[in-house]
């Protein structure tokens, strides 16, 4: 119920879906930290590569001696040296 209620307000304010509780947020700290919040699953996982899948997309991070340091069901944290991240396809303009 709550859900559906904050979903609603957050579509009534007009809420980038982060804010409104089911979009992805993602938080880098430097080049050596990436938290990633409300991801969906671990796609693929290597020491130079990351997908995910989100509700936006495939997000691919990619990068040097990549670790998982926290992995919970709705937050991840990722260590390394960071290259680039970005979104593969999904839906756009939600």
Not at 71 to 80: A, F, K, M, Q, W
């Amino acid at each position: 119920m709550l859900d559906k209620l904050t979903k609603n307000i957050g579509e009534a304010l007009d809420f980038p879906p982060d804010v409104a509780g089911n979009g992805s947020r993602i938080t880098i700290t430097g080049r050596e930290e990436v938290l990633v919040e409300n991801y969906l699953e671990i796609v693929e996982f290597s020491e130079e590569e990351i997908l995910l899948n989100t509700i936006e997309g495939s997000l691919k991070i990619t990068g040097e001696n990549l670790v998982l340091k926290r992995v919970l069901e709705s937050e991840l944290r990722i260590e390394g040296r960071f290259i680039s991240l970005g979104y593969e396809g999904g839906s756009e303009g939600k």
